[in-house]
């Protein structure tokens, strides 16, 4: 009974809310070119074959087979006498040592980054929120340890806390999430941090604790989302450190292992040959890794302004 | 001030000392064996045994941690009852280490059979003469044990057990060794990284130190030009986008600092080669070193790693110093300079040139996080025999010692310079300075 009653009350609210939002969003047009850049990607992360026809592959089980879309080709598939082409009618961007077509890979790759980069800024948003909140929440003590070591870790250049991660552990996705966590999760709690200390001395604070809340239902429920904003834009930018890191990592040859056609790796093949006439791997992964970053950075500006029209 | 710099060096301290436990900690104590990642995985559990215990990799963390950041020749010195030394031999470019003996002399001692020691003396003038030892040198250990301690010929502090010829497993250039004689305890002896010696590397089997100088100074090099080059012009472009707030001039060179930022270095980089190395054919598009003088017989060799490092501070220092700038240019004492009739240069120069520096010229300092990560790749692009290329190479081979100290290195350098770009600040702001 309840739900019913609040669904039509709800929906129109927030429909009416979103579309304020986008409206704001679509106003500058920084954000617009953003969107775009990001859409583009994701679309081609999507497309790249006829995976959402078919879900089960999405787990990537050896006996699915799927039809390349937007990719045109598969990411691993060389075509014989077809090394180092430029780009014609077959191959819209040439092929590689391999004889594997660039864009294949180009696009391919985007499934990887777009898959990596927001699950370790995920990671890194739950590391850093939560020690940032409590330092924020709880002051004294934990404030004063917690803050020392990370502001002692962000005075660490992160190429080198990427660079030692990946010399220990090997290159896999899993180092690379655990990489850009270390590195990200100290930028994110300063600012939770601050965004707490701000947050703490408001009312409705005082009335939860009054109510007699745990501190952890405080700082989850009544702190966490009021602070959404702020932490949202910091994600986004984020989002693009986190691709351009993977695509540096890889364009120092440790990313991913071969033959994974993540845009770093093919930058790294592509440029053997770049002094040999044959720019065209180089300059798909870097144009590739260089729009993406730069789109999520302009939907960040884009998100800020925002944000700052409502302040 | 003095207060507050004392405070600026112990967050130094703490900043250095919790890197190196992360540093130490993800390169050897994490899970990644470093035997099999330095020999290949071919070796036998024998091999990897006598490799682990000959490098003290079988140590627990924390005496592992404290022999490298401080050496162990003091923990040697303990168990050999005399002092040790280390002496540099020019014409093989290696370090051994002795023990001296009460006359003076440095000996190291060898065994082949676990019953005969032998003494390998060394005089002054790095004569050697080798001596059989009588059966008397072995003294009981705490539990009965005849042992014998001395340095061996790998540099390593040994505790031989008389009558055990033990094996031990070496790889040489050429296939792996099998010596017997071997000693049962091993301290490998370093100074320390604090003392200047961060071990030998694993895969070269060379001192890190060796080669970490020349890298330091090459990059010092090439840092140094680009920080020359960048910090006038982006500080004149800063000033001038700002001074012309909102016109085109400011909209071009704001949008054009955004892409420059956003940008990753070896994006840019490549963008670089390939104008101006392959469709233009000016500039050579990598770094050949020959000699040690290549870098002034052909410094247009420079000319693209420079200009890569520039665009990637350029843009960030730029955008600074025109919100420093904008900033100035509405206050109060500026506006009534100008009410006063003073002239557009006179304001800009004599009034608000001060103020408008002072963010950007920290922020500079303070950026050298960002710089060494630029570093890394455009030494790595352009093949630039520097501290970066070093790092990386290291970190591709996992050459545990050599990232190590090289990661520790910049990360130094990189909080120096925090510290510095913190006291000028003070020194620039008094408003801040007594907070």
Redesign the interface.
């Known amino acids: 009974m309840v739900n019913a009653q609040s669904v039509p009350f709800t929906r129109p609210a927030r429909e009416s809310k979103l579309r304020a939002a986008l409206g704001n969003l679509i106003g500058s047009p920084a954000a617009v070119v953003g969107l775009a850049l990001v859409l583009f990607w994701i679309i081609m992360a999507l497309g790249a074959d006829d995976l959402l026809v078919r879900p089960d592959c999405w787990a990537a089980s050896s006996d699915c087979t799927t039809t390349p879309l937007l990719a045109r080709y598969d990411a691993q598939q060389s075509f014989r006498g077809q090394v180092l082409k430029p780009p014609s009618a077959e191959h819209w961007i040439g092929t590689d040592r391999q004889a594997r077509d660039i864009w294949a890979r180009t696009v391919y790759g985007s499934r990887i980054v777009l898959l990596l980069a927001p699950i370790s800024v995920i990671v890194a948003l739950l590391v850093g929120g939560s020690l940032g909140l409590m330092a924020g929440y709880f002051g004294g003590w934990v404030d004063e340890v917690v803050m020392?070591?990370l502001?002692?870790?962000i005075?660490?250049?992160?190429?080198?806390?990427y660079?030692?991660?990946?010399?220990?552990?090997?290159p896999s996705p899993l180092t690379i999430v655990l990489a850009v966590t270390v590195t990200g999760a100290p930028g994110i709690a300063k600012l939770v941090r601050s965004l707490t200390l701000d947050i703490k001395t408001r009312d409705y604070i005082a009335a939860a604790q009054t109510r007699g809340e745990s501190p952890w239902y405080i700082m989850f429920v009544e702190i966490l989302p009021n602070a959404r904003g702020p932490i949202l834009i910091d994600a986004m930018l984020r989002m693009?450190y986190a691709v351009?890191a993977m695509?540096?990592l890889g364009?120092?040859?440790?990313g991913l292992p071969p033959p994974s056609p993540d845009w770093?790796s093919i930058?790294n093949a592509g440029?053997a040959q770049?002094?040999g006439?044959h720019?065209w791997g180089?300059?798909a992964g870097?144009?590739a890794?260089?729009t993406l970053?730069?789109g999520l950075?302009l939907l960040a500006d884009g998100l800020q302004e925002q944000l700052n029209r409502y302040r | 001030m003095t207060n507050f710099i004392f405070r600026k060096f112990f967050s130094l301290g703490l900043t250095l000392f919790l890197a190196s436990i992360l540093v130490f900690f993800f390169l050897e104590i994490a899970p990644g064996n470093i035997a099999i990642n330095s020999l290949g995985n071919t070796i036998t559990p024998e091999q990897e045994a006598s490799f682990n215990a000959q490098n003290g990799l079988d140590q627990p963390p924390l005496v592992r941690y404290i022999r490298w950041l401080i050496g162990s020749d003091w923990q040697a010195t303990q168990q050999l009852g005399r002092p040790v030394q280390r002496i540099y031999d020019a014409e093989s470019r290696q370090y051994s280490w002795w023990v001296v003996g009460a006359d003076g002399a440095l000996t190291q001692n060898y065994t082949e059979d676990g019953e005969t020691m032998i003494s390998v003396r060394r005089d002054s003038a790095g004569k050697i003469t080798e001596q059989r030892l009588g059966p008397e040198v072995w003294k009981k250990d705490a539990e009965g044990f005849p042992v014998f301690w001395g340095i061996n010929r790998e540099n390593q502090a040994s505790m031989w057990v008389r009558g055990q010829s033990l094996e031990s497993w070496t790889l040489t250039k050429a296939a792996w060794k099998n010596t017997a004689g071997a000693p049962r305890k091993y301290i490998p002896l370093q100074m320390g990284l604090l003392r200047g010696d961060p071990g030998v590397s694993f895969f070269t089997g060379r001192p890190v130190i060796e080669s970490l100088l020349t890298r330091i100074k090459n990059t010092l090099i090439l840092a140094g030009i680009a920080f020359i080059v960048v910090m006038p012009l982006a500080l004149a472009l800063g000033l001038l986008a700002g001074l012309n707030e909102g016109k085109w001039v400011d909209r071009l060179l704001s949008t054009l600092s955004l892409l420059a930022t956003g940008t990753p270095e070896f994006v840019s980089a490549i963008a670089l080669i390939l104008v101006f190395a392959v469709w233009l054919e000016l500039l050579p598009g990598a770094v050949v070193i020959t000699n040690d003088n290549s870098l002034f017989e052909r410094p247009q060799m420079l000319i693209l790693p420079i200009a890569t490092l520039t665009l990637i501070e350029l843009g960030y220092v730029l955008r600074i110093t025109r919100t420093s700038m904008v900033e100035v240019m509405r206050t109060n004492y500026i506006r009534t300079a100008q009410l006063k009739g003073l002239s557009k240069w006179s304001i800009v120069f004599r009034h608000a040139l001060k103020n408008a520096l002072m963010a950007p010229i920290t922020i500079i300092i303070q950026h050298v996080n960002w710089l060494i990560g630029g570093i890394v790749v455009v030494e790595s692009v352009f093949g630039y025999p520097g501290l970066g290329s070093y790092v990386r190479e290291a970190a591709l081979f996992k050459d545990v010692f050599a990232v190590e100290a090289a990661a520790m290195v910049f990360i130094l350098i990189s909080v120096m310079t925090q510290l510095f770009a913190d006291v000028i600040y003070t020194w620039l702001n008094p408003r801040i300075r007594y907070q």
């Not at chain 1, 660079?163 to 090997?170: K, P, R, T």
């Open positions: 020392r070591i502001d002692a870790m005075g660490i250049p992160s190429i080198l806390l660079l030692v991660i990946l010399a220990a552990l090997g693009g351009f695509g540096t364009f120092l040859g440790l770093g930058v440029r770049l002094l006439g720019p180089a300059l870097s144009i890794t260089a970053v730069l950075n």
